[in-house]
């Protein structure tokens, strides 16, 4: 059984940054693919970026290329999601993800992730 639990979002400026966490128990980030999505009410579950359980590959949404940044600290078993340059379309409940089955690409789709943080909430405001 894996676990993924988040850190608290939070409330940034437009244009300032925020870093979220992503711990992941029951297995190593080294066995995961871990993604980030985020989703706002009356909204589809969107995918913001992810990486491989090998760190071999990184993907990012177009909207968030350039601007965000997802990095892993194996010894604490956790992944990141630096956000810089915020927008006021970023503010959304991000989650953070989880798989182990090791798919022959990257998953970028909501479905093709077994283990879900509780989410959090980044608020951007103007």
């Known amino acids: 059984q894996v676990r993924v639990l988040q850190s608290e979002g939070g409330l940034v400026q437009a244009g300032g940054s925020l870093r979220l966490s992503c711990t992941a128990s029951g297995r190593t980030v080294t066995m995961l693919d871990m993604g980030w999505f985020r989703q706002v009410p009356g909204k589809e579950r969107e995918f913001v970026g992810a990486i491989r359980w090998n760190g071999g590959k990184i993907e990012y949404a177009d909207s968030v290329k350039g601007r965000f940044t997802i990095s892993r600290d194996i010894v604490q078993n956790t992944v990141y999601l630096q956000m810089n340059n915020l927008l006021s379309e970023d503010a959304a409940a991000y989650y953070c993800?989880?798989?182990?089955?090791?798919?022959?690409?990257?998953?970028?789709?909501?479905?093709?992730?077994?283990?879900w943080g509780q989410g959090t909430q980044v608020t951007v405001s103007s």
């Open positions: 993800a989880a798989d182990w089955r090791r798919s022959v690409v990257l998953p970028t789709k909501p479905d093709q992730y077994e283990y």
